[in-house]
Every structure is written in structure tokens, then in C-alpha cells.
């Protein structure tokens, strides 16, 4: 029994829950009053209201993001039949704009938008306390990070040898890429350093071997990237997994040298390029220096053991087809390890909404809100781009099929082999999830000969080798992917 439940619903069983142990951090004289729940999307809301009242909780802060909103949404109208009488306080970034457009947020007793640590632990004590001196709607300015209590030590042994471990050295991001919600950011607030390193220290020592940093732009301020980098060099440990978002046109030479220290497999980088096109890129505010960033890529590949995870957007304002495979082409030439190939997405509050009209965008009613056509992308092509994601990130992605991925690229546009591959593929199963792993190998082998011409002996020699590395070592942990 409690008296406040803080939880969420993960995508996956081995995400854990940062910002629910932020809030419950800095609850201050309340925390002992309070506790951690968390669900993944395995389970039904009716098992989790279930496991919920269990507790008799007085009050409930449930985090909302894009991928669990509808589940939530049941979650909540559940619990709001069943115990009334119980405060629900709902955060989180899906909730935190265009709030008065949701039922859920109607249902709840607060929403708190933004972050939450100070203003959630206000709200609990006038709550608990019998007040009412809230509005429903609760906007939280953004605290002094150097103020805030340090969630690591809310990770508890089954996180540490189970789960992906969440930690931050700065909140906020410099740039205003219409397309994400970090472009409402007030400039970047950095946690200090030394206590900081202090709490990297205490779980090195607890067991912990994976680190997902989720800073928005690791390399930032190159004196405190290569601090941190030089930090977790000197304390090598066997399984050490470290990865950081980047900006993939900032790699200074003291950067590198302490990048191209870590043995391969030990940092994954992931590099939102998102395109190409300096024009597109320029529309939606997004600034790069794509000759650089080029650059940069080209060296981490062949001058370290770094992971690669890049992005590419389709569909961004005035970019068509035929931009959007010019761009994965040139950076297929980098061979990247990983290319998420993600459609562009509505998030609640981004400023993509000022785009809507004039590129006729039209977006899906419900989570994750991807495009479903514009002026340039008629909503069948789209389709067929949704299915050419879905199959790379299968066969390109998975780490399973790297000769295969040779033999795709070796003459012609990598872009339209492969969707040729993937128009195949479709025709031929209808399907685009529930294809069991020896299945894809052998539509791998005759997708190859029958869409692309390749000889028969050839497609049989490259998905045997396949077929015979599979299972032994596809490099680091695959991480959990952003939005973008």
C-alpha cells in the first residue's frame, strides 16, 4: 500500500521508466509515501488496472508518450470507473500539448505539462494534504538541473542486470527542427560534471554495463563529451555498452582521439540525419552541414569500431521520391551499420504544424500520427515506402543478412533495388510482421533472383553464409529508437 503510484507502459519489457524515477527522486519528505509500477505493452490495461489498485494508492502519475497513449487512454477510463475518488495525474510529452484535444487528459484530475519534478511534488503535498489549489492544467517551468535530486539510485539490481539503463549530463537541445519536440527547448541546461561522473561511478560498481544517454546532442560541448568519454575508457568493463545521440557534423580532432580509443561494439552512435537535401533540410530548420556530417561518418566507419544507428525521414516538406532515395543512396555509400528509415511523424506541439498546409500533408487520426500522403507522396507510394522501412529494418537492420546487403548493392541504385525487393516481398507473402526468421531467409533467396536477376547460385551462396553467421554475434544491443 501507497499513497503515490508513479507509472507508465513501456514499448518493451527491458526499457525502464527515467522520468518516472526523476519524480519520484525529488518527492522530497513524500518519498517514502511513494513507488515505482511499471507495465509493458504485453500486458492488458485490465491487468494493470488490476495490479494498480492493488496497492490502494491515493494518488496515480501515469506517463504518456506516443507509443502508449491509446493504451493509457483505456487504462485510464478503467480506473476512473472503478476508484473515482482516486487523483489521476497524468505527464508526459504526448500529453503536455494540444491537451484540451484529448478525452484522456478531460478524464484525469491534473495534467502536468513539462517537467515535472518540482511542480509533481508540490501538487502531492497539497493533494495529500486535503488542497485544491491547483489548476487542472499544470505547466511546470523548467528547473534548475544543478537542483535536482539524481534518479540513479532508484535503478534497482533487476534494472541493473536486465533492463537498458537511462542517464543524462544535459537536458534540451540548441537546434528547432520543426519535426521534434525538442525545438521548444529553452537552449541546453548541463548537469554538473563531477557529481554526475560520481553516479556513472556508483553503477559501474553496482553491475550496470549499459548506458543509453539520452541527451539530445551528446557532442555538443566537446570538453564535456570527451570527459564523459574518457571517463568510461578508463573504467572498461567486460559487456560495457554505451550509446549517445550525435551531431553528425561536430567531430573535432580531440573528439576522435578519444572516440577511436573504444573497442568496436563498445559505443553506438546514433546520427539523425534525416536527409540530404540542404534545402529541405533548411526548410524544416534543421541546421547541418551535410558535407561534414559526410565526412564524419565516412571516418567513424573506417577509422573505429563505432555502431552507426542513422536516420532518414520520409516524407519531409518538398522532398518526393526521388529525393528521398538520392539521399539513401548516398548514405548507403557510408555503410552504416543501422538506418532507421522512419515516415514522418505529427508530434502533439512540433512546429511541423506551420508545413501542413502548404505541403497538403495529411497524417494518420491516431499514434504514432506518421503521414499518410502529401503534395509530393500520393498515399499508395507511401504505403509502399511504409513496407520498404518495415523490410530494411528486417534485412538491412537486423545484423542478419550482411552479404546479402552486399550482394543488393552491388550496381545500381541501393534505394531501388531494394524496393523493387520489397515490392516483391509483399506481392508475394501479403505480410509485413509474423515472418518467422528461416521463412525471410528463403524469400531472402528467391526475392534475389526472381525481383533482382541475381543467378541462382549466386542468391543460394550469399544467404547460406547468412543463414551460417546467424545467431553468432550481431554486434551491440540494439537500442530502443527515437521518434525522429
Known amino acids: 500500500m501507497v499513497d503515490i503510484l508513479l507509472t507508465t507502459i513501456h514499448a518493451r519489457y527491458r526499457h525502464t521508466a527515467y522520468g518516472l524515477r526523476c519524480l519520484h527522486a525529488n518527492l522530497g519528505d513524500l518519498a517514502h509515501r511513494a513507488a515505482i509500477l511499471e507495465f509493458d505493452l504485453e500486458r492488458t490495461p485490465t491487468e494493470m488496472a488490476e495490479a494498480i489498485l492493488a496497492r490502494q494508492p491515493r494518488m496515480v502519475g501515469i506517463g504518456v508518450y506516443i507509443w502508449n497513449a491509446e493504451p493509457t487512454h483505456k487504462l485510464v477510463q478503467i480506473l476512473k470507473r472503478l476508484r473515482p475518488d482516486m487523483v489521476l495525474v497524468l505527464g508526459g510529452p504526448e500529453?503536455?500539448?494540444?491537451?484540451?484535444?484529448?478525452?484522456?487528459?478531460?478524464?484525469?484530475?491534473?495534467?502536468?505539462?513539462?517537467?515535472?519534478?518540482?511542480?509533481?511534488?508540490?501538487?502531492?503535498?497539497?493533494?495529500?494534504?486535503?488542497?485544491?489549489?491547483?489548476?487542472?492544467?499544470?505547466?511546470?517551468?523548467?528547473?534548475?538541473?544543478?537542483?535536482?535530486?539524481?534518479?540513479?539510485?532508484?535503478?534497482?539490481g533487476r534494472d541493473i542486470q536486465e533492463r537498458v539503463i537511462y542517464v543524462e549530463a544535459s537536458r534540451g537541445c540548441p537546434f528547432k527542427c520543426a519535426f521534434c519536440l525538442s525545438a521548444l527547448d529553452q537552449g541546453v541546461r548541463s548537469f554538473p560534471l563531477a557529481p554526475f561522473l560520481a553516479h556513472m561511478e556508483a553503477l559501474l560498481h553496482r553491475g550496470a554495463r549499459q548506458f543509453k544517454f539520452i541527451d539530445r546532442t551528446f557532442n555538443l560541448k566537446t570538453t564535456t563529451?570527451?570527459?564523459?568519454?574518457?571517463?568510461?575508457?578508463?573504467?572498461?568493463?567486460?559487456?560495457?555498452?554505451?550509446?549517445?545521440?550525435?551531431?553528425?557534423?561536430?567531430?573535432?580532432?580531440?573528439?576522435?582521439?578519444?572516440?577511436?580509443?573504444?573497442?568496436?561494439?563498445?559505443?553506438?552512435?546514433?546520427?539523425?540525419?534525416?536527409?540530404?537535401?540542404?534545402?529541405?533540410?533548411?526548410?524544416?530548420?534543421?541546421?547541418?552541414?551535410?558535407?561534414?556530417?559526410?565526412?564524419?561518418?565516412?571516418?567513424?566507419?573506417?577509422?573505429?569500431?563505432?555502431?552507426?544507428?542513422?536516420?532518414?525521414?520520409?516524407?519531409?516538406?518538398?522532398?518526393?521520391?526521388?529525393?528521398?532515395?538520392?539521399?539513401?543512396?548516398?548514405?548507403?555509400?557510408?555503410?552504416?551499420?543501422?538506418?532507421?528509415?522512419?515516415?514522418?511523424?505529427?508530434?502533439?506541439?512540433?512546429?511541423?504544424?506551420?508545413?501542413?498546409?502548404?505541403?497538403?500533408?495529411?497524417?494518420?487520426?491516431?499514434?504514432?500520427?506518421?503521414l499518410l500522403c502529401n503534395d509530393r507522396i500520393d498515399f499508395m507510394t507511401m504505403r509502399r515506402l511504409k513496407r520498404f522501412a518495415?523490410?530494411?529494418?528486417?534485412?538491412?537492420?537486423?545484423?542478419?543478412?550482411?552479404?546479402?546487403?552486399?550482394?543488393?548493392?552491388?550496381?545500381?541504385?541501393?534505394?531501388?533495388?531494394?524496393?523493387?525487393?520489397?515490392?516483391?516481398?509483399?506481392?508475394?507473402?501479403?505480410?509485413?510482421?509474423?515472418?518467422?526468421?528461416?521463412?525471410?531467409?528463403?524469400?531472402?533467396r528467391s526475392g534475389l533472383v526472381q525481383a533482382l536477376g541475381v543467378a541462382p547460385n549466386v542468391a543460394e551462396a550469399v544467404v547460406q553464409a547468412d543463414q551460417s553467421r546467424s545467431g553468432k554475434g550481431q554486434g551491440p544491443p540494439r537500442q530502443n529508437r527515437s521518434v525522429a
Open 225 to 370: 563529451a570527451k570527459a564523459i568519454l574518457d571517463f568510461f575508457f578508463a573504467r572498461q568493463r567486460p559487456g560495457l555498452f554505451l550509446h549517445f545521440e550525435v551531431i553528425p557534423d561536430r567531430f573535432p580532432a580531440a573528439l576522435r582521439e578519444s572516440v577511436s580509443r573504444f573497442p568496436a561494439g563498445t559505443i553506438q552512435f546514433e546520427v539523425g540525419l534525416q536527409s540530404f537535401d540542404a534545402e529541405v533540410l533548411a526548410r524544416i530548420d534543421r541546421l547541418q552541414d551535410v558535407q561534414r556530417a559526410e565526412e564524419n561518418l565516412l571516418w567513424l566507419r573506417r577509422q573505429t569500431g563505432v555502431h552507426l544507428h542513422t536516420d532518414l525521414i520520409v516524407g519531409l516538406p518538398g522532398e518526393d521520391v526521388s529525393g528521398f532515395a538520392a539521399g539513401f543512396d548516398r548514405l548507403m555509400a557510408l555503410d552504416p551499420h543501422e538506418t532507421q528509415v522512419g515516415i514522418l511523424k505529427r508530434l502533439r506541439g512540433a512546429p511541423l504544424q506551420r508545413h501542413i498546409e502548404p505541403f497538403r500533408m495529411v497524417f494518420a487520426p491516431d499514434p504514432p500520427y506518421e
Open 390 to 444: 518495415r523490410y530494411w529494418d528486417l534485412i538491412g537492420n537486423s545484423g542478419r543478412f550482411p552479404a546479402t546487403r552486399t550482394c543488393l548493392f552491388g550496381e545500381g541504385s541501393p534505394f531501388a533495388r531494394f524496393m523493387a525487393l520489397a515490392d516483391w516481398l509483399y506481392t508475394t507473402t501479403g505480410q509485413t510482421h509474423r515472418i518467422a526468421l528461416p521463412r525471410l531467409y528463403d524469400l531472402v
Open 95 to 156: 500529453i503536455s500539448h494540444e491537451t484540451s484535444d484529448q478525452p484522456m487528459a478531460d478524464l484525469a484530475d491534473y495534467v502536468v505539462a513539462g517537467e515535472g519534478e518540482i511542480v509533481f511534488r508540490e501538487l502531492c503535498r497539497q493533494v495529500l494534504a486535503g488542497g485544491k489549489n491547483f489548476e487542472h492544467l499544470v505547466r511546470a517551468p523548467s528547473p534548475d538541473v544543478g537542483q535536482l535530486l539524481p534518479a540513479y539510485p532508484l535503478y534497482d
